[in-house]
């Protein structure tokens, strides 16, 4: 039997679990609740016990599993360390060790973002590349840059942030982080949100939006490509503040491909068009070149993500 | 005996070469011309003599050799394939094979910059630490950014260059690369020099920079530190304009430590105050802590590098 490999991505109310081959195919994929009470302390129990369930159904044994790999809301070091994860309750503790009370296997164990990051750039959009960023712009802006294959997780674990690169000196509103003027600010979700209603505040130009029961990315993309002249320059903004943005973190890290993902990307090529066109005009002719592409594994990134860090650290090992 | 490594760093007009143990002592260095006639077709010999003969003097036998490393004034990919050195002649060759044909050891190769990088990162301002941004303040600004002891080379060779990270939207001139408002033409030497002519011409605000015989990032940093307001005021913009750019490197890669070098690092903590308190304004929280040194090599820092490409090189291997 060839060996298996199970990828598991521990978020605040599910966990996703996924079998996959060595090579990284998925076999079968489910979902169980993430219970937090006790401070989490159920959640590798059930997380070993659902896995030793499935391996039963059609007699895998211990022998014939490569690895589990885990991927956490928060930190985790490179020893495996979860430094802290409030949705969970957790505090300071080993993971591979917790978890190896409860199934014999190796483990492995990564952040969230950046195990996805990682799925993404291995069997998503960045399929055959090793150097990947990874953009995820959802309520806020997210990322994970892979050099040659690995994730670059940097000192601390903070390598990746680029939502909360500065790139506008005028903001007045402060971010989340606590700074002004970070990219999250108008790539996320909520940012393109606050451009729109920055903009209809502005003066009395006439818009569909206006109109507009709320105000979110899809509404606005989708005024958009229906030709509304105020959609259209909101959408132009965030484009040109993405691509600045991007063009800087190519000036970096030469990716070969920026994969963009998260509810913003649902509206699909446009996004791409808008983001390419700013940064193409910022960047270092060197990294002119630089594929933009969707993301493809959805929710399912975070799975094959921490399946990759089995395979990365079993070969390593 | 203990192997020894050789370091060699060609520039347009002399090769550097230094002979190390396989820890990094650096045990005797020398230099020799780079001849460029001929499109350069002495050079490997040149340098394969000159290594010879020193291997001479003490007995050293090519067994006794782990490896030499050369750093070369243009882009040399992982392969060892060198694309084009203008400054030398060179054109599209296997420099690993072609300098086998002059002396038996193993070769490995990298770009001088990025050599100098991991060189700093190594004994360097750098040492000790793994994840180590160099940032070098010449005629133009460098970079070489090294992850997990590695430099970050991205997809076609094109990673680290921060000299080229858009900083500002309002710059009417052009930086040499294309585009405008690179870091380059703020954070240079002759980025610090046009920041200061560009004050002087806003008004007649009293200087000593305006009776200076030329105006040079020495001269500026000089007044700034007797007291000149004006020169004090370049340097403050200076400084702003490259912790900011910094910032979003370091949100980006999350080094432990910055390494300032070049020219117009000679001004000493001046300019590391100056850069840091920008850099923390700007910063995620979670790469506030960075720290910032100067660099300590100087012109050795290739010589240290190309060493280290060997040590990993054979490590790896």
Redesign the interface.
């Known amino acids: 039997m060839d060996k298996k490999v199970f990828g598991v991505d521990i978020g605040g109310t599910t966990v996703k679990i996924g079998a996959f081959t060595a090579d990284g195919e998925v076999l079968d994929k489910w979902e169980i609740p993430t219970r937090t009470e006790n401070n989490g302390a159920d959640i590798l129990p059930d997380i070993a016990r659902s896995i030793k369930d499935k391996m039963g159904e059609d007699g895998t044994t211990v022998d014939n599993v490569l690895g589990i790999g885990i991927s956490v809301p928060g930190p985790v070091d490179d020893d495996g360390i979860v430094h802290k994860c409030v949705n969970l309750g957790w505090g300071v503790f080993d993971i591979k060790e917790e978890m190896k009370k409860h199934i014999d296997v190796p483990v492995f164990a990564g952040n969230d973002a950046n195990a996805a990051a990682l799925g993404e750039a291995w069997k998503g959009g960045g399929k055959g590349?090793?150097?990947v960023v990874v953009v995820t712009l959802g309520t806020g802006v997210g990322g994970g840059?892979i050099?040659?294959g690995?994730v670059?997780?940097?000192?601390?674990?903070?390598?990746?942030?680029?939502g909360?690169?500065?790139i506008d000196d005028n903001e007045t509103e402060k971010c989340g982080?606590?700074?002004k003027g970070?990219l999250e600010q108008y790539a996320s979700a909520t940012g393109i949100a606050r451009l729109a209603s920055r903009r209809l505040e502005e003066d009395d130009t006439p818009s569909t939006l206006r109109s507009a029961a709320g105000l979110n990315a899809k509404v606005i993309f989708d005024a958009a490509k229906a030709g509304d002249a105020l959609a259209n320059e909101v959408t132009h903004r965030f484009g040109e503040i993405l691509g600045?943005g991007l063009?800087?973190?190519a000036?970096?890290?030469?990716?070969?491909v920026f994969v963009i993902g998260g509810g913003v990307s649902k509206a699909g090529q446009m996004v791409l068009d808008l983001i390419r066109d700013s940064y193409v005009?910022?960047v270092?002719?060197?990294?002119r070149d630089?594929g933009f592409v969707l993301a493809t594994l959805g929710n399912d990134a975070g799975i094959y993500g921490s399946a990759k860090l089995v395979i990365d650290g079993v070969t390593k090992a």
């Open positions: 590349c090793r150097n840059i050099v040659n690995k670059l997780s940097g000192y601390i674990g903070a390598g990746g942030e680029i909360h690169i500065h982080c606590g700074n970070c600045k063009s800087i973190v000036d970096v890290t030469n990716p070969e005009r910022y270092f002719h060197a990294s630089t």
